[in-house]
């Protein structure tokens, strides 16, 4: 896809963060956007900030993209509005919790709902919709970096970021064979500067632990050192214009930071070579 100006695009994740910087990026290309978010007034302030600035159609759209038919209310919401669908950003996504053992059911649920069963009813839901229009489209999966090496993060993120890795290098694999006209890409950042930290502020109350003890000064620490990376992060400004050159040059695999690079080799290099990972590679903010 390398025409923007007048077609569609539907940003989930959109009231913030890399979601809320794509969403201008599309703005600024002459696109009609739909913002969806869970965050309600998060969204209506990033839809009225963007109305003052952008005379380009523009929806918000309450969504939980954990849920297959709220998706599909949002697809509905559309092609209701906008005909068409040309350009998908499945973003959303939460930091996450809890350790390969010590992460509980509901940490789990949570995370892999908004994760990844958002990018598969993404895919599943606004797909023929846009094979069926018959005309050039993207689809952008927000992954991470943590999709694409071992043991950072935390195990329910790194699952779920390995899992739309890999869900978009088929949905890739099947465009091609299909001979779509539509491309895919997996969007890998690096550390970006967004309110990623403070992604518990949208986690529905039956997905809260029951037991939720308060932060130990140890967790706390590790907390601050989190934040003042992410702070020191890339701005999602940037990483839309990194992606927008993804699109247009019809690249699987988008990645914002170079210095990962060495890892991943790494990574790939012990598996060939039955290596096992030196425990080093398993930290993430060095
Ligand atoms: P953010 O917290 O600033 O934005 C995420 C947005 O998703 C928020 O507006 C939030 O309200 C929304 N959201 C959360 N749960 C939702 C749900 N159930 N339904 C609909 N919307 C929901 O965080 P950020 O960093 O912009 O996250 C966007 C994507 O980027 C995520 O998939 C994240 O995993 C990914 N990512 C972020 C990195 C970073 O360093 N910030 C690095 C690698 C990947």
Redesign the pocket.
Known sequence: MDYFQDQVAVI?????????GLAEKCLQEGMKVIL????GE?LQVTVDAFRTNYNNPIVGHI????VSSSLEALRDRALTEFGAIHLLFN?????GAGGAWTGTEKDWDWVI???LM?VVHGQRLFLPVMLEQNTPGHIVN?????GLIGGVTNAP?SVT?HGVVALTEHLHRDLLLAGSKLGCSVL?????????G??A??RPQHLINEDNPAPTDAQLAMRAQFDAV?AK?ML?GQVANIVFNGIRDQQLYIQTHEHFNDRIQTRAEDIIQGRNPDPKLYQWLD
């Open positions: 989930t994740g959109g009231a913030s963060g890399i979601g809320k969806a978010d869970i965050e998060a969504t939980d993209v954990s973003n959303a996504g939460v930091g709902g908004v994760n958002s927000t992954a991470s970096v943590a993120y970021k890998c950042p690096g550390i970006i500067n967004t309110n990623i403070s992604s502020r949208n992410m992060g999602p």
